[in-house]
């Protein structure tokens, strides 16, 4: 199977088609980051505005950190900025907010697209822990 998977897939149009339509597609929240400092969202996904409350037109251009408020553990996202200065993966949880202001812990893994040693975007697959209350 994993020939005829690999036969299907030679053509770069196939498989960026097949990417598109599981990020597109996915159950889990997935945002695409910029790999500057800044962290500028580039893509989110139909999941992330179920999750967030958020459309993509409304995040684009805007860092992640909108979801941030006051009970948004701070060593976290220490933990978060020095794996990412690293060019390293990260996974945590922490509470984050809703468009609409409601608490929510979420579950993340941020991972480097990486073209070589340097990491061109970064994304991060997001999904909703036991709520708030």
Same mark, same amino acid.
């Given at each position: 199977?994993?020939?005829?998977?690999? $036969?299907?897939?030679?053509?770069?149009?196939?498989?960026?088609?097949?990417?598109?339509?599981?990020?597109?597609?996915?159950?889990?929240?997935?945002?695409? #980051?910029?790999? #500057?400092?800044?962290?500028?969202?580039?893509?989110?996904?139909?999941?992330?505005?179920?999750?967030?409350?958020?459309?993509?037109?409304?995040?684009?251009?805007?860092?992640?950190?909108?979801?941030?408020?006051?009970?948004?553990?701070? $060593?976290?996202?220490?933990?978060?900025?020095?794996?990412?200065?690293?060019?390293?993966?990260?996974?945590?949880?922490?509470?984050?907010?809703?468009?609409?202001?409601?608490?929510?812990?979420?579950?993340?893994?941020?991972?480097?697209?990486?073209?070589?040693?340097?990491?061109?975007?970064?994304?991060?697959?997001?999904?909703?822990? #036991?709520?708030?209350?």
């Amino acid at each position: 199977m994993a020939k005829s998977l690999e $036969n299907a897939l030679q053509s770069e149009a196939v498989r960026l088609s097949v990417l598109k339509a599981l990020v597109d597609n996915s159950f889990d929240s997935i945002l695409i #980051t910029d790999a #500057t400092k800044a962290g500028k969202i580039l893509y989110a996904n139909k999941a992330f505005k179920r999750l967030t409350g958020y459309s993509q037109a409304e995040v684009v251009g805007k860092t992640p950190r909108i979801l941030q408020g006051p009970a948004t553990d701070k $060593n976290v996202l220490d933990r978060l900025r020095k794996a990412l200065s690293k060019g390293n993966s990260f996974e945590g949880r922490a509470i984050n907010y809703k468009k609409n202001g409601s608490p929510f812990i979420m579950h993340w893994r941020v991972v480097p697209a990486k073209v070589g040693k340097e990491a061109k975007v970064w994304l991060a697959i997001q999904r909703e822990g #036991t709520a708030v209350e």
